[in-house]
C-alpha cells in the first residue's frame, strides 16, 4: 500500500463498509501501531492496537482524507489509546497502593502517605489549571502522560518547536507558582521536579526531546 491513489481507493471502499478493504488497511498499517506501542513500552500492545482499530472502523464513515491524513489521524487515536491506558495504570497502581497501606499491620504510616501523596496531586492539578490552557495540554501530555514532543504535536495540531515552547514557558510558571505558593512568580531556580509530583521523569527536560 504504497501508492497514494491506491490507499485513497481503499479508504474510501472502507469507509463504505467494505470490509476486505478495512482488512487491508489493517494489513498495511497494524504493523506500525504495533512499532509504536512496544515502542512506548506499552505492556499490551496487541490489545492497544485492537482498541485503535475498532475506533477506526467507527469513524471511517465520516472520516474524509488521503493516505497520509489517514496515518496522521491513526495515530492521533493511538497517541490517545496510549494516554488512556496509562492512567488506567496509574489508577491501577494507586488503589493497589492504598489497599496494601491498609492491610499492612502496624501504624497508619502508609494512610499518611497515601494522604500526602494525594494532597500533593490535588496542589499539582490546581496549579495546572491556573496555566493558559495550551501550557496546560502541553505540560499534562509531556509530564503526566510522558509523551514525545512529536506525540504532543500531533495531537495538539502545533508544531514540534510550538510544542516546547508550551512546554517550557508552563513548567517555568508552574515552578514560580509552586515556590511563591501558588500566588505569583518567584525566583528563577525554582524546582520544577517538585511541581507535578506524579512521574519520576525530570520536566526540566520535557521540552528538549
Known amino acids: 500500500m504504497t501508492d497514494t491513489r491506491t ?21 498495511g498499517h497494524q504493523h506500525l501501531l504495533l512499532r509504536y506501542f512496544r515502542g512506548k513500552g506499552m505492556n499490551e500492545p496487541e490489545d492497544l492496537a485492537s482498541t485503535v482499530w475498532v475506533e477506526v472502523a467507527r469513524g471511517l464513515s465520516t472520516f474524509d482524507g488521503d493516505a497520509n491524513e489517514f496515518r496522521r489521524w491513526l495515530f ?73 514532543v512529536a506525540d504532543v504535536a500531533l495531537i495538539m495540531n502545533r508544531s514540534e518547536g510550538s510544542v516546547r515552547v508550551l512546554t517550557h514557558r508552563g513548567l517555568k510558571r508552574l515552578a514560580e507558582r509552586a515556590d511563591s505558593g501558588g500566588h505569583g512568580p518567584a525566583n528563577d531556580d525554582s524546582d520544577i521536579n517538585s511541581v507535578i509530583p506524579v512521574t519520576d521523569t525530570d520536566p526540566k527536560a520535557m521540552y528538549a526531546s
Open 7 to 27: 490507499v485513497k481507493d481503499v479508504i474510501v471502499r472502507a469507509a463504505a463498509g467494505d470490509p476486505d478493504a478495512l482488512g487491508e488497511l489493517w494489513r
Open 76 to 148: 492521533t487515536i493511538a497517541a490517545r489509546r496510549r494516554i488512556d491506558e496509562i492512567r488506567r495504570d496509574r489508577r491501577r497502581r494507586n488503589r493497589d497502593e492504598i489497599l496494601q497501606s491498609e492491610r499492612q499491620p502496624g501504624p497508619a504510616a502508609g494512610a499518611d502517605v497515601v494522604a500526602e501523596r494525594a494532597a500533593s496531586l490535588d496542589r499539582a492539578i490546581e496549579l495546572v489549571q491556573g496555566l493558559p490552557p495550551d501550557q496546560a495540554e502541553a505540560v499534562l501530555l509531556r509530564v503526566v502522560a510522558d509523551l514525545t
